[in-house]
């Protein structure tokens, strides 16, 4: 079973019918307004019968989101991250390890090097 932060809600907070644009938008990053606009325009365009139907069997599918989950704005959108690209975030991190490392590294340098300024503020201030 996958995480809970990956998986596909019914946004009832940000809802304006039963919650699913607002799931789909909260679940792929973008902005809810462009997920009804575009519901409409497909409906509009004669997909009438059949996106009324794909809308209510999501809603009568799908599960509302939990009451944890609407916590940490960054928290979502590291998970929107996750779920639309799941390599690139694993690569962003490691990314950020490296650099996190290599500033580590510059530091233990600066501090374990011959310099005798430095040296001795250390030494003013035991």
Known sequence: ????????????????????????????????????????????????????????G??????????????GEQDQKFWQGVRQSPARTSKDIRQRFRAIDHRLADIEMYYTSNNKVLADEIESLR
């Open 1 to 56: 079973m996958g995480s809970t932060h990956t998986k596909f809600y019914l946004d009832k907070q940000n809802s304006k019918w039963k919650g699913v644009c607002a799931g789909i938008a909260d679940y792929t990053g973008v902005n809810a307004m462009w997920v009804r606009l575009g519901a409409v325009g497909l409906t509009l365009m004669g997909g009438f019968p059949w996106t009324l139907i794909a809308y209510l």
């Open 58 to 71: 999501a809603a009568w599918i799908a599960d509302k989101k939990p009451i944890h989950l609407y916590t």
